[in-house]
Each structure stands twice: as structure tokens, then as C-alpha cells.
């Protein structure tokens, strides 16, 4: 009796699907087309360097002056495009990579920081400042009118503690989904009953549900939807993405060991399979004491696995649509420490920017020999957003009401570093 | 140019009666009372019509919840149902008001009011002292108005002074500071005019600086060490301060506030007199900082201001009837029209009458007809002029207490199996609650993280997340509780010691939403007893389904 409403109601709660078969598992088919779509859409990929990874050491190397810490530099497959020593892998693929060196922002403290470069707005009590994540996966919605994906929208993977931020004005259904644990389904998405008694108790719940409902429409209407999409999402043939083993071992060898390498071979998976947003946090960069090996083992987590994932991008033509943003909070004083460290420098940092229509192979910026001053083509915090921006095709200017009534712009002012596109 | 709504010496509510009495003893008295009726009645029948008030259980369900934060037991709601007494419904509020969980309830609200908009990640270990100190004012019946000036005024140990976690939000910041000051206790955010004069109202960017500098004097010291016992507030009156490197703020350390100059930020600025934008009583600089933020206090919270009562007015009127005065549950200001301004008025007068009695306000509120009206949605427009009430989505404590109270569940006991797991050693669960980490793995923190919203924010934005709905309708520990095949659980004790399947029904409506199954109700989950054919999983269901209901995560 069951199989027969089965279908029914599969097709009632998850109204998008086109059914494979007529008996549905947990994990079966519910393909949708929405990913085949979305697959040739815009994305995004941040990987979040935690505690403001020093310039000197990854994409701004100061060769021969005492600041440099006598990190050695590398070539890249740019001739004049030099990397430090510990980035071996990304000096091969130079030609796809941007560098801004000429970073420049006035906030040093991390949590405000890591706010500002995460919403391209300072704190301020009266609202909370949507993340880019939820920037970008609003405003990509919004382009492909009504096809949404299977999977939540924004993906944030290995963020430790509470966010940095969140979907604040724009509402939660833009908060980004968080994932501790590359490796590992999310939290309550491995289904407790069978499918078809699960679907079973909705309709339960929805006929029971009449008597809340006539006093209070909308709110039983949007509960309705929302677990819908929850229902959807843990049905969906898309809950595979997390499976990291089904990948060709010759892929996972490809981006390497460990949480970094695991997360950025999902970040892919996530983004084919329609997610807009993800951001794979690498936490460890505050390097206050000895620097110089903590900076080197920290690239040596990154540097493969980041490679990899531009080189997979492009080989499945995905690299044209996805951009791949690289950064922290701030960059690191070009003086060292006694400890052998470096602290907080906002005044001058770095930034790495990859596919979406970015030009690889250049530089843009510089600052002076001693690797203190902006001295060439300054790029604010708001420029950089609004570089993120153009790369998505979304428009800086549009507004969101703050609780307030104050409209608040997706971007705050700046100007996109329009020679990093092409044409 | 836009008059002040009230001066220090007239206040604006002695104003208004004072007019009032003038108008009805002159001779014209009758003609302009008419025409007051007559716009009175204009403006009414442009109202929708008062939706019926609410039926018992409704009324007893949602009293509770507003002032204990748990949904009523069903002994209570037998108990309840079955008094004549009229007076019933005030007896009620009344018992429900002198419950400690009142004041528990609220210090919690007001816990996220402060501390969903923290600056700072880190100040979230503020939420254990925080609630504690106002779980403890709230219970002794402190005045609204004295707890204000202890926020306003306040220095020491964060642990062991709640009171410092507006500072402690805002990490110090001289300009956040006095932004959440007038944010929650004047509901006017004149910080919108801190880089430009305020788009929407009159507030001048020189009003909001000279504001800010009753609080430049404040610092926060760190010393060494994890948590809350690395800070403390301190008034710094001595020249010139350390620790300016770690801001944006290149004026950070100054003991005056100077407004930057917004041609060029890297110069000093114009140094501020501290000055209140409501009664424009200033001080001279060079005065300490205890001095000026007791004087700023005294201003906020003396009853000439009518903004401090209006607030906290609005804010809890917000709460329970669904809808404000103002819009904005937090931007209020004499350039926003208030909605039923005399009731406001009303309100605010037997507010400062009472010496700013937070329970005294929470019962002029809750005994009124408006707030025992039926409820509509949201969206409704049967909701205009406060015609009905409105379901509100529960907050996280709310929500958490009622899935323990529902399936049988006790926080204390969940939260020692689940520290016994997190803290594999006593030695380790000391460490950790000397760093403030014991609070991370409490799952009343955990359900937080998944629940929680920020109750400033407009109602409307609040809605409902993929994660939480995982949560109810997905996770391992709910699950298990739904399990009526077990001894050791709510339902499978019901379905073992009740034959009558209706009598399970009922027990199980009273439970999880606190009210009697309609008729209705009663057949369908029947019918699903019967066509399931397995008693158990058929009542499983059947809770499953309540508990992962809208009705269950609101409050009607």
C-alpha cells in the first residue's frame, strides 16, 4: 500500500524532481536538471587563510632586503612572476593566477578583520553585514531565476567556533552551511526512518497542521517549504557529493593529504553540483613566533591542493565560470619579531584571485623595496569586493534594507580592478 | 527647522494631559471634542476588526511561554480548564509572573539583545555572567531603570559583573559603546549618524560624537590568560594610554572623543564635549570617566526622558503582541509616528509610576485584550491596529525547554552524559571551566548555535533553517526519544501503560502542543493507528509529526 502513495507523495514534497524509478530509496535517484544548469553558472570559491597569512612568505616575496627573513623566491611559469619557495605547485600553473600585492586596509584586529574582508563592511551594531558567500549565492539565485539547487547554497567547510559571519540582512536561508568535517556527512542528514515512512509522517504533519494553518497561514505555508527543502536535500542523489571516496583515486591523489586537500576536492564537487558559494577555511595563519616554519608547513598543506583544484576546475570547464579567491584578514610587518614572528600588518597585503574571467599571470600593485608602503595601484577592501562583483556579473550597487530602514549596498563604494578581466 | 519633541523642564507626557485638561474646561471644549471623536472613529473603522479573544488553552499555552519560556503541563491546563473563577486569566498571569522562570526567561532575551550584536566573537563568553545578572535584578523586581545605570556605569571582572557586557560587546570601542547604549535603552540608532548626518530622522553627526564622548574612558585591560578572567573595564582617567596598535582607531588610547575628520580620517579630529542629544545637558572636558557616565546615566534614565520608557515599552509590547508601537522593535525617536500613541502614553506613565517594575509592565501588557486576541499572520492584514496577535516563532530557550518537557527529558541529565563525553577526564572539565570552554558542548549551546536569532531582528527575517529542520526531523538523540518500542521513553511508557489508543492521542496533543485534539485531529491520527497496522510506529509517527510541526515551533 505504502509504494503506491510513495511516488505520489515524493512527487507532492519535492515537486522539482524527475523521478528515476518508481521505488525510492534513500540516495536514489531524484535527478534534477537544476545542477546540469547550474554547472555552467557562476561560482565561487574562497579558501580562507585564518589569522592573516604573511605576505612575504606566499605571493610577495621581498628578495634581498633584510625584511624578505631570508624566505628564498621561486619562478613561476610567468616569466617576473616570483613566488616563495614553499609554493612549488602554484608556480607551475602562474599563468592562471592573479596576484594583488598592493592590499591595503586599516584594521588590525582579527575578529574585525576577518569581518571586514569576509562582508566588505566594518562591525557596527545597527546590522549585520551579509558574508560574500550569501552576497553571492543571492544574487546568483536571483540570476537563475528560481532554479535552486539540491544542496544548501552556501557551503562553509573546517570554520572553527561560531562564523566570522553570516547571512545577517539578507535571512537566514542565506547563512552559510557549515561542515566541520570534510570527510564526513553533515550533521542529521542520514535519514532515521526509510524513505517512504519519512514521507509518510509529512503528510502526517501537514494534516495535522489544518487547524495552525487557518489562523496562521503564511507561517504553516513557510514551514511547509522548509521542510521541503530539507526533505529534498537529504533525498537527493546530490547527498553523494559528500562522498569523497566515490571520487577516481587518480583525482584524490591529484589534490593530496589532509583536511585542506579533502576540502577543496569537495568545494569542487559542491560547486558541480549547484552549489553557488563555498568557503574552505584554513585555519594556523597568526604567526606571531617562528614564522618561517610554521608559514612553510602551512603552505605545504595548501600549495598542492590549491594547484589541484585550478587544474580540475579547468579541465572540466568549470574554471571560466568559478572564481577561486585566496586571502586572509590582514598581511604580517615586513619587520620581524625577536620570536622570529611577524604581526599584524593591514596596511599592505596580499590577495590571489584565479578563474571567473580573472587574466592569469599578472601582477597587480606593488609596494616599496622594504615591502611596507602601497607605492603602486592601491586596491581597498571595497575594491576588492567590487572585483568579486564583476566577476560574477552581480551589480555592486544593489541595496538591502538594514532592520533599520538605512539601504545598505552590496558593495561600499570601491571600484573593481577592472585590469584583471579580460578585455 | 524640526522641534524638539521635549524639552528637560516640560516633558512631553505632563504636556499632552496638561492640554488636554485645558481643552475640555474652554468653551469651545464641546465643538473640538466632537471632532476628535469624529476623527477617532475615522481612523477606527479604517481598522480591521478585533479578531475574538483566544480560547482557553491558546491563552494558557502562550502566557506561558511569554513569561516562564515552557509550555504549560497538562496537569496545569486541566487545572486551568476546569476553574469557573473569572478572574482566572489574571490569577494566571499573576502565578506565572512570581515564577523564577520569569525572570530567568528574560535574562536570557536580554542576554541576546546585548550579545547577538557583539563586535567581537570572543565576548561571547559574557552569556554565562551575563544572564546571571539579570536573572538576579530581574528576580529581586530591580527597577528597569537602575539596571540601565548599572550597564551604563559599569567596570570590573566581566565573570563576576554582567553589567560590563555592553562594554565587553563592543570590545571598548568608544563609538560601539554608545551606539548599544542608545540602541537598547533609548531605541534610537543614532549611530546611523556617525559618518553623515542620520539619512531619516534629524539627528546631527556632531550629536551622535558628542554622545560618544561620555564614554572614551573606558578600557578594557588584558592580561594573560583563556576566557573571561583575562579582561577587566576600567575607567582610565590618567594620560596618555598604551595599546593603540591593535585598532583602526587611531584616536584609541585618547581620554577625550574627537570626531574624525571625514575629509582626511588620518587627522585628529574634532575633539567632542560630552553632550545628550535628548536633554542637550553637556559636561566640560577633563571630567572622569565614572563622573561622566553616571551623569549620562542619570540623563537616560530620569523620567523627563521619555525615550528610556518608550523603549523598553515598545520592545516588550513587540514581544508579546506580535507588533509595536514603532515598526522598529529597537528604532524608535521623535521622528517616527507611533502607532496608538495614547496607550503608549498610558503605558508609560504607569511604567515610571511603578518606578520602571518590569513585572508591573509585563502585566498591564499581558491582562489587556489586545494581547489575548487570536492570532493571524504575520503577513496578515487582519493584524492592523493591533486586531489580533501573532504567532511568534520561539526562541532557542524556549524551543529547547519544550522538546525536553515533550519527550520527558531532563537538561540536567543531558548535560552530564553529555560533559561526561566532551570531558574525558576531571582533569580536563576543570581546564575548561577555567577557560570558559565548559559552555561549548552544553546542548543547550549546541541547539543554540542551530536556533538561536538575534530578537532585535525584524520578525519577518526570521525564519526557519535547513539545519534546524534536520534537527527535529532527523537527528540521532530525537529519535531515540520517538522510539515507542522502548521502556526508557516518554512514549513507549504511554503506549506500554495506555490501552486506549484516543487517551494516547490526547496525551500526546497535551505533551507536544500543549491542547486537547480536535475532533478532527483525533480521526486522522487514528485512521493512521489503523493503517499503519503496527501500534508503536504508528504513534511514533504521530509524534514525530507534532513535534516537527509550525504549531510546535510557535507560539499562537
Known amino acids: ?423 | 527647522m524640526q522641534q524638539r519633541p521635549f524639552s528637560n523642564k516640560r516633558p512631553l507626557l505632563q504636556l499632552r494631559s496638561g492640554r488636554v485638561a485645558g481643552l475640555l474646561s474652554g468653551l469651545l471644549s464641546g465643538f473640538l471634542l466632537g471632532l476628535l471623536l469624529v476623527l477617532v472613529a475615522t481612523i477606527a473603522s479604517a481598522a480591521p476588526q478585533p479578531v475574538a479573544i483566544c480560547d482557553d488553552e491558546t491563552f494558557l499555552r502562550r502566557i506561558a511561554l511569554d513569561t516562564v519560556g515552557r509550555q504549560p503541563t497538562p496537569a496545569e491546563i486541566d487545572s486551568f480548564l476546569a476553574d469557573p473563577s473569572e478572574n482566572k486569566r489574571v490569577d494566571a498571569i499573576d502565578g506565572f509572573l512570581a515564577d523564577p522562570d520569569w525572570a530567568r526567561t528574560w535574562a536570557r532575551y536580554f542576554r541576546d539583545v546585548i550579545l547577538y550584536r557583539r563586535s567581537d566573537d570572543r565576548a561571547i563568553f559574557m552569556a554565562q555572567p551575563l544572564e546571571a545578572m539579570l536573572n538576579d535584578r530581574l528576580a529581586k523586581g530591580v527597577s528597569w531603570a537602575a539596571i540601565a545605570r548599572e550597564f551604563i556605569t559599569a567596570t570590573g571582572v566581566p565573570a563576576e559583573h554582567g553589567e560590563t557586557a555592553i562594554i565587553m560587546a563592543q570590545m571598548g570601542e568608544t563609538a560601539d559603546i554608545a551606539a548599544e547604549v542608545s540602541r537598547v535603552f533609548l531605541g534610537i540608532q543614532i549611530q546611523c549618524a556617525q559618518c553623515h548626518d542620520h539619512f531619516t530622522d534629524h539627528w546631527k553627526r556632531k550629536e551622535f560624537h558628542a554622545f560618544a564622548a561620555f564614554f572614551p574612558r573606558i578600557e578594557i585591560q588584558r592580561s594573560s590568560g583563556m576566557g573571561a578572567e583575562r579582561f577587566e573595564v576600567v575607567s582610565y582617567d590618567a594620560a596618555p594610554r598604551r595599546s593603540k596598535k591593535m585598532s583602526d582607531n587611531p584616536r584609541r588610547g585618547d581620554l577625550e572623543h574627537a570626531m574624525p575628520d571625514l575629509e582626511d580620517p588620518s587627522e585628529p579630529g574634532q575633539v567632542m564635549k560630552p553632550q545628550f542629544f535628548i536633554n542637550n545637558k553637556k559636561l566640560p572636558l577633563g571630567i572622569k570617566d565614572a563622573e561622566r557616565r553616571r551623569a549620562v546615566a542619570g540623563w537616560i534614565t530620569t523620567a523627563d526622558n521619555p525615550w528610556f520608557s518608550r523603549a523598553i515599552i515598545n520592545r516588550i509590547w513587540t514581544e508579546l503582541v506580535g507588533a509595536g508601537f514603532y515598526e522598529g522593535i529597537d528604532d524608535i525617536g521623535p521622528d517616527r509616528t507611533p502607532q496608538s500613541p495614547h496607550m503608549l502614553d498610558d503605558l508609560s506613565q504607569q511604567f515610571i509610576a511603578s518606578n520602571y517594575d518590569m513585572r508591573s509592565l509585563f502585566r498591564a501588557i499581558l491582562t489587556t485584550q489586545i494581547y489575548q486576541r487570536e492570532s493571524r499572520s504575520r503577513s496578515s492584514p487582519q493584524r492592523a491596529g493591533f486586531a489580533a496577535n501573532c504567532p511568534q516563532r520561539l526562541r532557542s530557550d524556549q524551543l529547547f525547554k519544550q522538546i525536553l518537557s515533550a519527550i520527558g527529558v531532563d537538561e540536567a541529565q543531558i548535560r552530564k552524559d553529555s560533559s561526561a563525553q566532551t570531558a574525558a577526564t576531571p582533569a580536563t572539565a576543570a581546564k575548561n571551566k577555567k577557560s570558559g570552554k565548559q559552555q561549548i558542548n552544553v546542548p543547550r549551546v549546541l541547539f543554540t548555535q542551530v536556533f538561536g536569532y538575534d530578537p532585535s531582528l525584524p520578525r519577518e527575517e526570521i525564519v526557519g533553517s535547513i539545519p534546524q529542520a534536520l534537527l527535529l526531523m532527523n537527528s540521532q538523540p530525537l529519535s531515540v526519544a520517538f522510539d515507542g518500542d522502548r521502556q526508557s521513553t516518554t512514549l513507549g511508557r504511554l503506549l506500554h501503560n495506555e490501552e486506549d489508543d484516543r487517551t494516547v492521542v490526547k496525551d500526546l496533543y497535551l505533551r507536544a502542543l500543549a491542547r486537547h485534539p480536535t475532533p478532527g485531529e483525533q480521526a486522522a491520527c487514528l485512521e493512521h493507528v489503523h493503517a499503519t497496522g503496527d501500534r508503536e510506529e504508528a504513534f511514533e509517527d504521530v509524534f514525530w509529526a507534532l513535534l516537527n510541526s509550525a504549531e510546535f515551533v510557535h507560539r499562537k
Open chain 1, 1 to 423: 500500500m505504502q509504494d503506491c502513495i510513495t511516488r505520489r507523495q515524493l512527487l507532492r514534497w519535492i515537486p522539482s524532481g524527475g523521478l528515476a524509478a518508481a521505488s525510492i530509496g534513500w540516495g536514489d535517484t531524484v535527478a534534477l536538471h537544476a545542477a546540469d544548469l547550474r554547472k555552467h553558472g557562476k561560482a565561487c570559491i574562497l579558501l580562507w587563510m585564518q589569522g592573516g597569512p604573511s605576505q612575504f612568505e606566499t605571493f610577495s616575496p621581498l628578495e634581498g632586503h633584510k625584511n624578505g627573513g631570508g624566505t628564498k623566491a621561486i619562478s613561476t611559469n610567468v616569466p617576473g612572476m616570483r613566488f616563495a619557495e614553499h609554493w612549488p605547485a602554484l608556480a607551475k600553473i602562474g599563468n592562471r593566477l592573479a596576484v594583488v600585492r598592493s592590499m591595503t586596509s586599516k584594521e588590525g584586529s582579527h575578529p574585525r578583520a576577518s569581518y571586514l574582508l569576509h562582508t566588505g563592511y566594518l562591525p557596527n551594531p545597527s546590522a549585520r553585514h551579509p558574508t560574500l558567500g550569501s552576497i553571492v549565492a543571492s544574487q546568483l539565485a536571483a540570476q537563475l531565476a528560481g532554479e535552486t539547487p539540491d544542496l544548501p547554497p552556501v557551503v562553509r567547510i573546517g570554520a572553527r567556533g561560531r562564523n566570522d559571519s553570516g547571512a545577517g540582512i539578507l535571512g537566514m536561508q542565506w547563512d552559510p552551511f557549515e561542515l566541520r568535517d570534510p570527510t564526513q556527512n553533515p550533521a542529521n542528514t542520514k535519514p532515521m526512518v526509510a524513505a517512504d515512512r519519512h514521507l509518510l509522517r509529512l503528510d502526517l504533519m501537514e494534516r495535522l497542521e489544518e487547524n495552525f494553518a487557518s489562523q496562521a497561514p503564511q507561517e504553516a505555508a513557510d514551514h511547509k517549504s522548509l521542510y521541503r527543502r530539507a526533505t529534498r536535500m537529504i533525498m537527493s542523489s546530490d547527498m553523494q557529493t559528500f562522498d569523497l571516496k566515490s571520487e577516481p583515486q587518480s583525482v584524490q591523489q591529484e589534490y593530496g593529504e589532509g583536511a585542506f586537500a579533502a576540502s577543496c576536492l569537495l568545494a569542487r564537487r559542491l560547486i558541480e553540483s549547484g552549489v553557488s558559494f563555498v568557503e574552505v577555511v584554513m585555519n594556523g595563519w597568526d604567526t606571531h613566533q617562528d614564522n618561517f616554519t610554521q608559514v612553510e608547513k602551512l603552505a605545504g598543506q595548501v600549495d598542492r591542493p590549491f594547484a589541484a583544484l585550478v587544474r580540475d576546475l579547468e579541465t572540466r570547464g568549470m574554471l571560466d565560470n568559478t572564481l577561486v579567491i585566496w586571502m586572509g584578514e590582514f598581511g604580517r610587518t615586513p619587520q620581524i619579531n625577536p620570536r622570529g614572528g611577524r604581526d599584524h600588518f593591514p596596511r599592505s597585503f596580499n590577495a590571489l584571485l584565479a578563474g571567473g574571467g580573472v587574466k592569469g599571470g599578472q601582477i597587480i600593485g606593488r609596494t616599496d623595496k622594504a615591502g611596507v608602503e602601497v607605492t603602486d595601484r592601491p586596491v581597498t577592501v571595497p575594491d576588492l569586493f567590487a572585483t568579486f562583483c564583476k566577476s560574477m556579473s552581480i551589480d555592486p550597487t544593489i541595496e538591502n534594507m538594514a532592520p533599520s530602514g538605512r539601504p545598505i549596498k552590496l558593495v561600499d563604494g570601491g571600484k573593481a580592478v577592472t585590469e584583471l578581466f579580460n578585455g
